[in-house]
């Protein structure tokens, strides 16, 4: 029988592992852990890989463990960082815990035998006091170890350099997981490649302290096939709250992925089968290929696993009514839509005859007038989906939809519904 490890190998899922027998570990159930740590009140799609591999451990039966980082998102992890992290109040940590919390038990299962187990280090670490804490801790870490990871050697050779605060991050992450080892036998960690000096080190503690081999396991980040971080939009973050980017711009994101990019995202952000994965790559090869064919199932799956059912239908309906032609957009359409996509109110008698330049400005579309004029010379706007190329073209009563809505698209991605005040 394939094991899990088996499994997230086939799907591309794995950058390195810290020993090998991990995969003699996973033929019977055991506790396999990842760290969040509050940076915001939500989890974003690069988050969303590390929610798919304790997923993936829960189905084949062993129990994911999370741990919440009130202690280390205190803190702030240099990893991946060139320059140093604001430190967050403790009032913002306790507000983001709850938000990602939330996030993260819509995407588990807590109804399954082997339901998630969350913690948050911050359980352990504020009963310890400084010296007892570098006595019975800090003993066990060289700094020659600790100087050779490579975000520290970065920090180091940077003009900024790097605290002791975030330097002694590592020793935090590696304690976490010497914690978790004695309390709930915790045997496993997953996390992103960036993770796997912070991982090492508490292999490395579980080892000196408790005389037991654990393994670590880490993903390959998100990256696009131009080498850019994928999960960034021109607005920032896609987030994984409904609350902080709508089921359409989710969607709408998930949809646009290059072609180069597609099959590589279908087998590390959904649970379809890789033979299935296998066929939709193939008919992306036919001449008779629909093309975004495959975008759509991606689109779908991912919006399904993070909004469920209704999450896919409110991003499609909108996508019917953000999309159709002049005359056919409905008044229906951009009503039931309206909450699900990038909207901003206006008065109507301010907006009756306003220069379109003026409007995309006001809307913060576009940064500046001249900005907006290179736009529309350039044939980068359309209103109500129909393309303007007139530089003086202002809004009238004829281009309201159901004399409440004006639909305005900016480039190939960016729309805004703009409705009348009433």
Not at 98 to 115: Q, R, S, W
Not at 288 to 303: G, S
Not at 310 to 337: C, F, N
Request: glycine share 10%; aromatic share 8%; hydrophobic share 40%.
């Amino acid at each position: 029988m394939k094991s899990v490890i088996d499994l997230l190998q086939e799907r591309g899922f794995v950058d390195a592992i810290t020993h090998e027998e991990v995969k003699n570990l996973v033929k019977t159930p055991c506790k396999v852990y990842c760290g969040f740590d509050p940076t915001s009140d939500s989890l974003h799609l690069g988050n969303l890989v590390a929610v798919i591999g304790l997923a993936w451990f829960q189905k084949m039966g062993h129990t994911p463990v999370v741990l919440v980082g009130g202690a280390t998102g205190m803190i702030g992890d240099p990893s991946g960082k060139s320059e140093e992290r604001n430190l967050l109040t403790k009032e913002k940590v306790v507000e983001n815990l709850k938000g990602i919390t939330a996030v993260l038990e819509k995407l588990l299962d807590f109804n399954a035998p082997n339901k998630p187990i969350i913690v948050n280090n911050l359980d352990w670490f504020q009963g310890f006091s400084f010296l007892d804490f570098l006595r019975d801790v800090g003993k066990n870490f060289r700094l020659s170890s600790m100087l050779a990871k490579e975000s520290v050697k970065a920090r180091l050779n940077s003009e900024e350099g790097i605290s002791y605060t975030e330097f002694s991050y590592q020793i935090l992450q590696a304690y976490d997981f010497l914690h978790l080892a004695k309390t709930l036998g915790v045997s496993i960690q997953i996390g992103g490649s960036d993770q796997w000096g912070n991982i090492t080190q508490g292999t490395e503690l579980v080892r000196k302290e408790m005389g037991k081999q654990v393994s670590g396991l880490t993903f390959p980040l998100l990256t696009r096939s131009d080498g850019k971080k994928f999960g960034k939009s021109e607005k920032g973050a896609i987030w994984l709250s409904k609350d902080k980017l709508s089921e359409f711009e989710f969607y709408q994101y998930l949809y646009r992925v290059p072609d180069l990019d597609v099959i590589r995202l279908l087998k590390m952000l959904t649970f379809l089968d890789v033979a299935e994965i296998g066929r939709i790559e193939e008919s992306m090869r036919a001449q008779d290929y629909v093309p975004n064919t495959a975008q759509k199932i991606l689109a779908a799956e991912v919006t399904r696993f993070v909004h469920g059912e209704e999450g896919v239908k409110k991003a499609l309906h909108a996508t019917e009514g953000a999309y159709a032609k002049g005359s056919e957009i409905s008044l229906e359409t951009l009503e039931a839509v309206s909450g699900d996509m990038p909207t901003m109110e206006a008065a109507l008698e301010e907006t009756l005859g306003k220069k379109l330049i003026d409007l995309l400005v006001q809307s913060g579309l576009q940064e500046s007038k001249g900005a907006a004029r290179r736009l529309i010379q350039g044939g980068g706007v359309s209103v109500n989906n129909q393309k303007i190329d007139n530089v003086d073209f202002s809004i009238s009563a004829s281009d309201l939809i159901g004399e409440r809505f004006i639909l305005i698209q900016v480039g190939k991605k960016q729309k805004l519904l703009v409705r009348m005040k009433t």
